[in-house]
């Protein structure tokens, strides 16, 4: 992820009760980006998280809640999340304005 791109996922996250999110939103503090806020911010268990940051929508979260909001998943990109799920990281699916923009994939060190 760029830092721009890393703003918009930690923006969302920083509101977090989940570890994952937090992480995010930690990790993007440290590296001195500034959190924006997040408006009309919707989770869902065990599937992702909606909002708008900067009146851009936003969504994070797995295959179903992509598929569920009409994001596609081309096979390059499935294929780069199902090597990262092979090794035992937990993936994080980002959209931007409706398109996939890229994946976070966080696992123990």
């Known amino acids: 992820f760029a830092p721009f791109s890393l703003r918009f ?3 969302a996250e920083q509101y977090s009760e989940h570890p994952i999110g937090r992480a995010i939103a930690m990790h993007a503090t440290e ?3 500034e959190l924006g806020a997040a ?6 268990t065990s599937r992702g998280v909606s909002c708008e940051i900067s009146r851009r929508p936003l969504l994070l979260g797995n295959r179903a ?7 596609l998943i081309g096979a390059e990109q499935e294929e780069q999340i199902a090597a990262h799920e092979a090794t035992g990281k937990t993936v994080v699916i980002v959209s931007l304005d409706h398109t996939l923009s890229g994946i976070v ?4 060190s």
């Open 105 to 108: 994939a966080m696992g123990d």
């Open 39 to 44: 408006r009309a911010l919707r989770s869902i």
């Open 65 to 71: 809640w992509m598929t569920q909001h009409g994001v």
């Open 31 to 33: 590296m001195g980006l």
């Open 9 to 11: 996922v930690a923006s």
